[in-house]
T-cell receptor, first 111, second 115 residues
């Protein structure tokens, strides 16, 4: 079965700074890749997804992610973070009739 | 669309009582998932249905847990009897595609506290 690792449990960035959240996966074929965001007290919300084609995908709220097959990575980026981006972010990998979520990265935004 | 609807939003019960959590998926979605989220264990998939049929219940922790999907617009997760270690946030999610391919739409969750 596939697996997904989010190496950073907690990241703090200043408002206006750029952001990159890491996601590494293990899967024998091309996976289906997703990023979700969870604000406190809410369910997960899809930010973006990758199935095939262009390896740079755009999502909602100004987020983007790049699929790098050679590095088995699907990192999430945002050029300028807003205070409202403070939340927990989950990477997910689909394949083999299964979906696996990472443990999440908690983002804190400093004013 | 109203999104995935879960009820109740909060449930406080005593150990040994039966708890039933309810979910209404997004109309037209053919996959439904139940998750449990805790600080210690993160997000765990309990069971998922495709076209109202349970496909994988390997994540259900014990026989005390059961889930049903009698029709395309309703599912329940039951815990009987409940225990303090069942305290968690339970999410229901639905998807228009299969488990591996589809983006999932999550409900707001039910926060369960078992005392």
């Amino acid at each position: 079965a596939q697996s997904v690792t989010q190496p950073d449990i907690h990241i703090t960035v200043s408002e206006g700074a750029s952001l990159e959240l890491r996601c590494n996966y293990s899967y024998g074929a091309t996976p289906y890749l997703f990023w979700y965001v969870q604000s406190p007290g809410q369910g997960l919300q899809l930010l973006l997804k990758y199935f095939s084609g262009d390896t740079l995908v755009q999502g909602i709220k100004g987020f983007e992610a790049e699929f790098k097959r050679s590095q088995s990575s699907f990192n999430l980026r945002k050029p300028s973070v807003h205070w409202s981006d403070a939340a927990e972010y989950f990477c997910a990998v689909g394949g083999n009739n299964d979906m696996r979520f990472g443990a999440g990265t908690r983002l804190t935004v400093k004013p | 669309d109203a999104g995935v609807i879960q009820s109740p939003r909060h449930e406080v019960t005593e150990m040994g009582q039966e708890v039933t959590l309810r979910c209404k998926p997004i109309s037209g979605h053919n996959s439904l998932f139940w998750y449990r989220q805790t600080m210690m264990r993160g997000l765990e998939l309990l069971i998922y249905f495709n076209n109202n049929v349970p496909i994988d219940d390997s994540g259900m922790p014990e026989d005390r847990f059961s889930a049903k999907m009698p029709n395309a617009s309703f599912s329940t997760l039951k815990i009987q009897p409940s225990e303090p270690r069942d305290s968690a946030v339970y999410f229901c999610a639905s998807s228009p595609r299969t488990v591996s391919q589809g983006e999932q739409y999550f409900g707001p969750g039910t926060r369960l506290t078992v005392t």
